[in-house]
């Protein structure tokens, strides 16, 4: 072969092998860079995986509370509502009944001051009066009692919803407070006309009591025992 043209071949697979060499550094050094990028972009996803879990249980752990919490406060507030029915009942009812001391003899009279729980002046009004009005007069005060502990009952079953609000869904909130008012009115109506001798007014309050107890109970225990899960225990 001429020389020149064997410089020429040469030449040419030289310069081949250079440009293969190239191509092959250039691949690995853009493989290099893309892992490195791969990994880095891995480890970011992994930490932002990370985070995501920890605001997932964070939550998950405070709703968990929040539902312990209604647990608790539930089964409280239909025992306080109850108390303050019972309260009401007494001051509302239709029919009530009373002890009849006009002809109890003395030493049983003493007895049932003694027990009754009242202050010493009330205790003196009673023994002071004449024995045919006894009657009259303590029904009186026994109403202002039994209307300072139904007042009382009422305002803790009030304060007790309001101080754990949310903690209670926002229907079953609504029918406690629904509740919390009739028993109120109620109160309020039984003594303004008792005091005035008022008979609309003590029929407004037999009528708040009656609403109460015909058609708002009913909702809240059934509601109650929806979010206490009661009929999934039940089954077991």
């Given at each position: 072969?001429?020389?020149?043209?064997?410089?020429?071949?040469?030449?040419?697979?030289?310069?081949?092998?250079?440009?293969?060499?190239?191509?092959?550094?250039?691949?690995?050094?853009?493989?290099?860079?893309?892992?490195?990028?791969?990994?880095?972009?891995?480890?970011?996803?992994?930490?932002?995986?990370?985070?995501?879990?920890?605001?997932?249980?964070?939550?998950f752990n405070r709703i968990t509370?929040?539902?312990?919490?209604?647990?608790?406060?539930?089964?409280?507030?239909?025992?306080?509502?109850?108390?303050?029915?019972?309260?009401?009942?007494?001051?509302?009812?239709p029919m009530q009944t009373y002890?009849?001391?006009?002809?109890?003899?003395?030493?049983?009279?003493?007895?049932?001051?003694?027990?009754?729980?009242?202050?010493?002046?009330?205790?003196?009004?009673?023994?002071?009066?004449?024995?045919?009005?006894?009657?009259?007069?303590?029904?009186?005060?026994?109403?202002?009692?039994?209307?300072?502990?139904?007042?009382?009952?009422?305002?803790?079953?009030?304060?007790?919803?309001?101080?754990?609000?949310?903690?209670?869904?926002?229907?079953?909130?609504?029918?406690?407070?629904?509740?919390?008012?009739?028993?109120?009115?109620?109160?309020?109506?039984?003594?303004?006309?008792?005091?005035?001798?008022?008979?609309?007014?003590?029929?407004?309050?037999?009528?708040?009591?009656?609403?109460?107890?015909?058609?708002?109970?009913?909702?809240?225990?059934?509601?109650?025992?929806?979010?206490?899960?009661?009929?999934?225990?039940?089954?077991?």
């Amino acid at each position: 072969m001429d020389p020149i043209w064997t410089w020429i071949f040469q030449t040419l697979i030289a310069s081949g092998v250079a440009v293969g060499v190239l191509v092959w550094l250039g691949r690995q050094w853009i493989e290099n860079q893309f892992s490195k990028r791969l990994e880095a972009y891995k480890a970011t996803q992994a930490q932002e995986l990370e985070k995501y879990k920890a605001k997932v249980a964070a939550l998950f752990n405070r709703i968990t509370k929040i539902h312990e919490k209604e647990f608790e406060v539930l089964p409280v507030a239909w025992s306080m509502l109850q108390d303050a029915i019972g309260f009401v009942n007494k001051i509302a009812a239709p029919m009530q009944t009373y002890p009849d001391l006009k002809f109890v003899d003395q030493l049983r009279f003493e007895e049932f001051l003694n027990n009754c729980g009242w202050t010493e002046s009330d205790k003196n009004k009673l023994r002071c009066c004449d024995p045919v009005q006894r009657n009259d007069v303590y029904r009186e005060i026994s109403f202002i009692y039994d209307f300072n502990q139904a007042r009382k009952v009422v305002s803790d079953f009030h304060n007790y919803l309001i101080y754990n609000k949310i903690f209670l869904s926002a229907d079953l909130f609504q029918k406690f407070s629904q509740i919390e008012i009739l028993l109120g009115e109620t109160i309020d109506y039984m003594k303004f006309g008792r005091e005035n001798d008022n008979r609309e007014m003590i029929n407004k309050g037999y009528e708040a009591f009656r609403r109460l107890s015909k058609d708002v109970i009913g909702e809240v225990e059934l509601l109650v025992q929806k979010r206490l899960h009661y009929p999934e225990a039940s089954e077991f």
